[in-house]
C-alpha cells in the first residue's frame, strides 16, 4: 500500500479502509498462514462474551443461492480465556485489533471491558445486534434510551475506540445510531445480519439448529447500503459500512455514500485475500479519477441524476 489508503477514526491511523467483520476472521491467528494481515487496517475479533458460550446447536450454517444463514450463537471461550490465549499474540501483531463484545447486561458489558483493557487492541465494537441468540445485547437496541445508557457507561469506563454495532432488524435503527452518538460512541458499524430462515423439505424441521439465523452475503448489499446512506444523514461521527461487500466495487460505494471504512465478512469465505484485493481496486480508482487519497471518495455521491 502507498499510503493513499490511510483513514483515521479518533486519533487512531488505519493503513486501509478495509476490516475484517467479527464471525468470520477468528481472533486474527487462524488466517496468519494464507493472509497477510496487514492487508486489513483492522481485524474485529469473534464477539467475546464474559463466560464461555457453547452457542447453537448444529446446523449452524445453511447456504442460499446469493449468500448464507448463520446459527452460531457466539461460541466463544469466555473473557479470561481470550485474555490468557491472545494477550502476547496482540502485544506484536501485523494490524489494529478491535475486540467485539457481547452480553446480557451493562454490568456484563463494563466488566469485559475493565479485563480487556489491559491487552494491546484499539478499541471495542459494542455488539447489540446479534440476531441468533436467545437473550443478549439485541434487547438494547429495542430502546433508544436503554442504548444510551449502555453506550454511555462504556464511554465512561474507556478512553479507547468505541464503535456501536447495529442492527438492521429494527426499523428505528436512526434513532439507535443518534442515541449512540450522544452517548460517546466514537462511530458506528451496520449492518449486521438480517434475520432469515430455512427449511429442509425432506425432514420438515428448520435448515439450521435454531428457527431463524443471520443472513448475509452479496444479496443484503443493497439493503445495507441503503442503511448506511441513512445513518451517514443521521450522525457526525464515522460510519463504518458492512452487508454484502463483495469486491472492491462494492466497498467503493459504500465509501461514496458516506462511510469512512467498511467491513468485510462472508466475502472472506470465498476469497481470504479479498483485503488485498480491495485495496488494489480502491488504489487504481483513486489513479484513474485523479484523486490524491482515499478521503476524497468519501461522501462523494450525487444522489439521483434527475434531482
Known amino acids: 500500500m502507498n499510503g493513499k489508503l490511510k483513514v483515521k477514526i479518533k486519533d487512531i491511523e488505519f493503513n486501509s479502509p478495509v476490516i475484517a467483520a467479527s464471525g468470520t476472521f477468528g481472533f486474527g491467528v487462524e488466517?496468519?498462514?494464507?493472509?497477510?494481515?496487514?492487508?486489513?487496517g483492522a481485524i474485529v475479533t469473534k464477539g467475546i462474551s464474559l463466560l464461555p458460550k457453547e452457542g447453537n446447536p448444529p446446523?449452524?450454517?445453511?447456504?442460499?443461492?446469493?449468500?448464507l444463514i448463520n446459527s452460531i450463537g457466539l461460541a466463544n471461550p469466555g473473557t479470561d480465556a481470550f485474555i490468557e490465549t491472545y494477550k502476547e499474540v496482540y502485544?506484536?501483531?501485523?494490524t489494529k485489533v478491535?475486540?467485539?463484545?457481547?452480553?446480557?447486561?451493562?454490568?456484563?458489558?463494563?466488566?469485559?471491558?475493565?479485563?480487556?483493557e489491559n491487552i494491546n487492541v484499539v478499541g471495542y465494537e459494542i455488539n447489540i445486534s446479534c440476531p441468533n441468540v436467545d437473550k443478549g445485547g439485541m434487547m438494547f437496541s429495542?430502546?433508544?434510551?436503554?442504548?444510551?445508557?449502555?453506550?454511555?457507561?462504556?464511554?465512561?469506563?474507556?478512553?479507547?475506540?468505541?464503535?456501536?454495532?447495529?442492527s438492521p432488524n429494527f426499523c428505528?435503527?436512526?434513532?439507535?445510531a443518534k442515541a449512540s452518538e450522544e452517548a460517546g460512541s466514537d462511530a458506528i458499524s451496520l449492518v449486521n445480519t438480517f434475520l432469515g430462515m430455512s427449511v429442509d423439505i425432506e425432514t420438515g424441521f428448520s435448515g439450521i439448529g435454531k428457527l431463524f439465523g443471520g443472513f448475509s452475503g452479496p444479496a443484503i448489499k443493497p439493503m445495507a447500503l441503503k442503511l448506511v446512506y441513512d445513518t451517514v444523514k443521521t450522525v457526525k461521527i464515522p460510519v463504518i459500512g458492512m452487508g454484502g461487500?463483495?469486491?472492491?466495487?462494492?466497498?467503493?460505494?459504500?465509501?461514496?455514500?458516506g462511510a469512512q471504512m467498511i467491513q468485510v465478512g462472508s466475502a472472506i469465505f470465498k476469497n481470504p485475500q479479498i483485503a488485498f484485493d480491495i485495496n488494489n481496486f480502491l488504489e487504481g480508482y483513486i489513479e484513474r479519477k485523479g484523486f490524491s487519497n482515499i478521503n476524497e471518495i468519501i461522501g462523494t455521491f450525487k444522489g439521483s441524476r434527475y434531482e
Open 172 to 176: 428505528n435503527i436512526k434513532e439507535l
Open 59 to 67: 446446523p449452524r450454517i445453511v447456504e442460499t443461492p446469493c449468500g
Open 31 to 40: 488466517y496468519s498462514d494464507i493472509v497477510n494481515l496487514s492487508d486489513f
Open 142 to 166: 429495542e430502546d433508544p434510551n436503554r442504548t444510551y445508557s449502555l453506550i454511555r457507561h462504556i464511554r465512561k469506563s474507556t478512553h479507547r475506540l468505541v464503535i456501536t454495532k447495529l
Open 245 to 257: 461487500i463483495n469486491n472492491g466495487s462494492d466497498a467503493t460505494e459504500f465509501l461514496m455514500v
Open 91 to 94: 502485544e506484536d501483531f501485523p
Open 98 to 116: 478491535i475486540v467485539n463484545i457481547g452480553a446480557e447486561t451493562e454490568e456484563e458489558f463494563l466488566e469485559i471491558i475493565e479485563k480487556i
